[in-house]
């Protein structure tokens, strides 16, 4: 059975204090790895795929990376409008669906 | 529009009675999906079309649940005999194919639903 984690599952970080979301997984044959930051009484908003291990990508103050078990999204100098709720997910080459985490609760302080 | 709609937004049913949610997927998006949400927690999978065909139904948790996409757009997701546990966040995604590299997903606001 497909299973993602997370970790934290609660992160207050300063205005400008960098640190790093993880985001654990067991997947049968990995197609596609997702980051989605998700806001108060939204939906998720996409942000990252992730295809293969070694695979990097950048977009502002955010960078993900995949290994082979994990994800990690980087957050460089964040700011108060970073906080939300950032959900990992797994796609599998067996089925379309997506199996995600349980989100980190990200709050960024000024 | 240009992105997913749902409506209503919020859904107030008195259990036991049945609701219709309605998703409205991206122009021109093959695949669509449901979730449900339950407050702080990841939202998990119920059913998916590709077009008009329904090709996994695995995560509907009763057969209260019914979902359709008859012309291959737009989709409603029915719950019958609405029980307490059903409160939560429905949300609707879809996606160009399905398929990588055009796999990602893009998600509606969600409905919230409510029963008392």
């Known amino acids: 059975e497909d299973q993602v984690t997370q970790s934290p599952e609660a992160l207050r970080l300063q205005e400008g204090e960098s640190s790093s979301l993880n985001c654990s997984y067991t997947v049968s044959g990995l197609r596609g790895l997702f980051w989605y930051r998700q806001d108060p009484g939204k939906g998720p908003e996409f942000l990252f795929t992730?295809?293969?291990a070694g695979e990097e990508k950048e977009k502002e103050r955010l960078k993900a990376t995949l290994t082979k078990k994990e994800s990690f999204l980087h957050i460089t100098a964040p700011k108060p409008e970073d906080s939300a709720t950032y959900l990992c997910a797994v796609q599998s080459f067996y089925g379309q669906n997506f199996v995600f985490g349980p989100g980190t609760r990200l709050s960024v302080l000024p | 529009g240009a992105g997913v709609s749902q409506s209503p937004r919020y859904k107030v049913a008195k259990r036991g009675q049945d609701v219709a949610l309605r998703c409205d997927p991206i122009?021109?998006?093959?695949?669509l999906f449901w979730y449900q949400q339950a407050l702080g927690q990841g939202p998990e999978f119920l059913t998916y079309f590709q077009n008009e065909a329904q090709l996994d139904k695995s995560g509907l948790p009763s057969d209260r649940f019914f979902a359709e996409r008859p012309e291959g757009s737009v989709s409603t997701l029915k719950i019958q005999r609405t029980q307490q546990e059903d409160s939560a966040v429905y949300l609707c995604?879809?996606?160009?194919?399905?398929?990588?590299?055009?796999?990602?997903?893009?998600f509606g606001p969600g409905t919230r639903l409510t029963v008392l």
């Open positions: 995604a879809s996606s160009q194919k399905g398929l990588a590299p055009y796999n990602e997903q893009f």
């Open positions: 992730l295809y293969s």
């Open positions: 122009s021109g998006h093959v695949s």
